[in-house]
């Protein structure tokens, strides 16, 4: 449920208006994220970087390099390749891989992972791979379904006696009339429909629409009729739908390869399309096998030369790169080149070490195989500036008002020790600033916060007496 806001204006009569805001979904304040401040690269159309854009600052040839990348994966000439963004910690490697995604949009697949998560008491290190490979493959399938449309204007649901016996009854059908632009259709329900009518919260006034086949009901949102009435929980008003109620309609639907894995670990019916993705509803905790992935691949295929479906190349970032060891580069190696094989971003701060598992170094810890493989973005440390821009974009996040010389004084300290430490004093410094009935974060308020908490590197340097 939706909390509400009340505003009140009095007018020159002295009457009171009060205008109640709605919070639901939209209204609610979002949990800030360590890169909730990221909306993209900050790219203008001819592929030139800003020195503040999209929530990123300096990094440009970075950035421009990643829009590059962007476009050869819209274009997807870029699938089966790899990217290794390398650099020190703090100068915004997962950042950048997040701007990417931003970039890509929400129907491309973005997987991320740590290069720590293959070592599971579980799974095989390889499996854990195969499984984010999967993950950041998606499949676009598309399908002409006959469907009802329209608007609810009845909802009626009718009982009879419980064959069980006692007092209660069951329904037994519901009577549901749909209107649309081009007229009206009254449809008798079965009752396992108007389960799925009560699931979805349905009333009367709401965009619906219904397979005939397989009698699933979606809610679209509220007829935008009824947009100028008191209503907090409308999600969204939608026109009421053109054409007949009774129609064909291409529905699009968006899968993963992990999705379809998952949901045919233990088979049962059909191999065709339609089955496997029935079978996603019903999820079960069963071991995937090569020859099971092997078969969903045949089948994809077959459905991409047909037309049916679509293969989207997501994009799976591994941080932390240089925690995989050489059965894990083994296995990369390889899949790389499969037919099915995603973007994969790599991310490290190493330089040159060794290769875990062996005994032999290489540059940021990849065996040189694989290396050459992979296209390099390097990102340079900050200069001190470019942290109080940083910081000025993270405080507006998160709420926090800074004075000019508290910013300046977040730049130097940031330069001194790291980004990361800069940012975790904002919201102390806030909460000091508060407790002194000041309105903005001054450089004291900065000094007391550096004071409380110790960088890792001043914990480091104290001894033990």
Same mark, same amino acid.
Request: aromatic share 4%; with cysteine.
């Given at each position: 449920m939706?909390?509400t806001?009340?505003?009140?204006t009095?007018?020159?009569t002295?009457?009171?208006?009060?205008?109640?805001?709605?919070?639901g979904?939209?209204?609610?304040?979002a949990r800030?994220a360590?890169?909730?401040?990221?909306?993209? !690269?900050g790219?203008?159309n001819?592929? $030139?970087a800003?020195?503040?854009?999209?929530?990123?600052?300096?990094?440009?040839?970075?950035r421009?390099?990643?829009? +590059?990348?962007?476009?050869?994966?819209?274009?997807?000439k870029?699938? &089966?390749?790899?990217?290794?963004?390398a650099?020190? #910690? &703090?100068?915004?490697?997962?950042?950048?891989?997040?701007?990417?995604?931003?970039?890509?949009?929400?129907?491309?697949?973005?997987?991320?992972?740590?290069?720590?998560?293959?070592?599971?008491s579980?799974?095989?290190?390889?499996?854990v791979?195969?499984? *984010?490979f999967? %993950?950041? =493959?998606? !499949?676009?399938?598309?399908?002409?379904?006959e469907?009802?449309e329209?608007?609810?204007?009845?909802?009626t649901?009718?009982?009879?006696? $419980?064959?069980?016996?006692?007092?209660?009854?069951?329904?037994?059908?519901v009577?549901?009339?749909?209107k649309?632009?081009?007229?009206?259709?009254?449809?008798?329900? @079965?009752?396992?429909?108007?389960?799925s009518?009560?699931?979805?919260?349905?009333?009367?006034?709401?965009?619906?629409?219904?397979e005939?086949?397989s009698?699933?009901?979606?809610?679209?949102?509220?007829?935008?009729?009824?947009?100028?009435?008191f209503?907090l929980?409308?999600?969204?008003?939608?026109?009421? #739908?053109?054409? @007949? +109620?009774?129609? %064909?309609?291409?529905?699009?639907q968006?899968?993963?390869?992990?999705?379809l894995?998952?949901?045919n670990a233990?088979?049962?019916?059909?191999?065709?399309?339609v089955?496997?993705? *029935?079978?996603?509803l019903?999820?079960? %905790?069963?071991?995937?096998?090569?020859k099971?992935?092997?078969?969903? *691949?045949?089948?994809?295929?077959?459905?991409i030369?047909?037309?049916v479906?679509?293969?989207?190349?997501?994009?799976?970032?591994?941080?932390?790169?240089?925690?995989l060891?050489?059965?894990?580069?083994?296995?990369?190696?390889r899949?790389?080149?499969?037919?099915?094989?995603? =973007?994969?971003?790599?991310?490290? $701060?190493?330089?040159d070490c060794v290769? %875990?598992?062996? @005994?032999?170094r290489?540059?940021?810890?990849? #065996?040189?195989?694989?290396l050459?493989?992979?296209?390099?973005?390097r990102?340079?440390?900050?200069?001190?500036?470019?942290?109080?821009?940083?910081?000025q974009?993270?405080?507006?996040?998160?709420?926090?008002?800074?004075?000019d010389?508290?910013?300046?004084?977040?730049?130097?300290?940031?330069?001194?020790?790291?980004?990361?430490f800069?940012?975790?004093?904002?919201? #102390?410094?806030?909460? !000091?600033?508060?407790?002194?009935?000041?309105?903005?974060?001054?450089?004291?308020?900065?000094?007391?916060?550096?004071?409380?908490?110790?960088?890792?590197?001043?914990?480091?340097?104290?001894?033990?007496?």
């Amino acid at each position: 449920m939706g909390t509400t806001t009340t505003t009140t204006t009095t007018t020159a009569t002295g009457m009171k208006i009060d205008e109640v805001v709605a919070k639901g979904k939209a209204g609610a304040v979002a949990r800030v994220a360590a890169h909730t401040h990221i909306t993209g !690269l900050g790219v203008d159309n001819e592929g $030139n970087a800003a020195a503040v854009g999209g929530g990123l600052v300096g990094q440009q040839k970075a950035r421009e390099a990643a829009s +590059v990348a962007v476009e050869l994966i819209r274009s997807k000439k870029l699938a &089966g390749h790899a990217l290794l963004l390398a650099g020190a #910690p &703090g100068v915004g490697k997962t950042g950048l891989a997040l701007a990417i995604a931003h970039e890509l949009g929400r129907k491309v697949p973005f997987c991320a992972m740590v290069g720590s998560e293959v070592y599971s008491s579980e799974l095989k290190k390889t499996a854990v791979l195969a499984e *984010n490979f999967r %993950r950041a =493959i998606g !499949l676009r399938i598309k399908e002409t379904k006959e469907v009802y449309e329209g608007e609810v204007t009845e909802l009626t649901p009718e009982e009879t006696e $419980n064959v069980h016996g006692g007092f209660a009854k069951s329904v037994s059908h519901v009577v549901v009339s749909l209107k649309s632009a081009k007229g009206s259709k009254q449809l008798r329900l @079965d009752a396992s429909i108007y389960e799925s009518l009560v699931k979805e919260r349905v009333a009367l006034g709401d965009v619906i629409y219904i397979e005939a086949t397989s009698g699933a009901v979606k809610r679209v949102g509220r007829c935008d009729a009824y947009a100028a009435e008191f209503d907090l929980e409308a999600e969204a008003y939608v026109p009421l #739908p053109k054409g @007949d +109620v009774h129609k %064909r309609r291409e529905v699009v639907q968006d899968v993963t390869l992990h999705d379809l894995d998952a949901a045919n670990a233990a088979p049962e019916g059909g191999s065709d399309l339609v089955s496997m993705m *029935n079978q996603m509803l019903r999820r079960r %905790r069963t071991e995937v096998t090569d020859k099971l992935r092997a078969e969903i *691949n045949k089948t994809v295929n077959q459905y991409i030369e047909q037309g049916v479906a679509e293969l989207v190349p997501g994009v799976l970032f591994i941080d932390e790169v240089h925690m995989l060891d050489l059965e894990c580069f083994t296995f990369l190696s390889r899949a790389l080149e499969s037919a099915l094989a995603p =973007i994969v971003i790599f991310a490290t $701060n190493r330089g040159d070490c060794v290769v %875990r598992g062996t @005994d032999e170094r290489s540059p940021h810890g990849i #065996p040189a195989d694989l290396l050459e493989r992979l296209t390099v973005i390097r990102l340079r440390p900050y200069v001190a500036a470019e942290i109080a821009a940083i910081v000025q974009a993270r405080a507006a996040v998160e709420g926090v008002e800074l004075t000019d010389a508290a910013v300046q004084a977040c730049g130097e300290l940031g330069q001194q020790f790291s980004l990361r430490f800069v940012c975790q004093l904002l919201t #102390p410094a806030r909460v !000091l600033a508060q407790v002194g009935g000041a309105e903005r974060v001054d450089v004291a308020h900065l000094a007391e916060a550096k004071a409380l908490f110790l960088h890792s590197s001043e914990s480091a340097a104290i001894k033990p007496k």
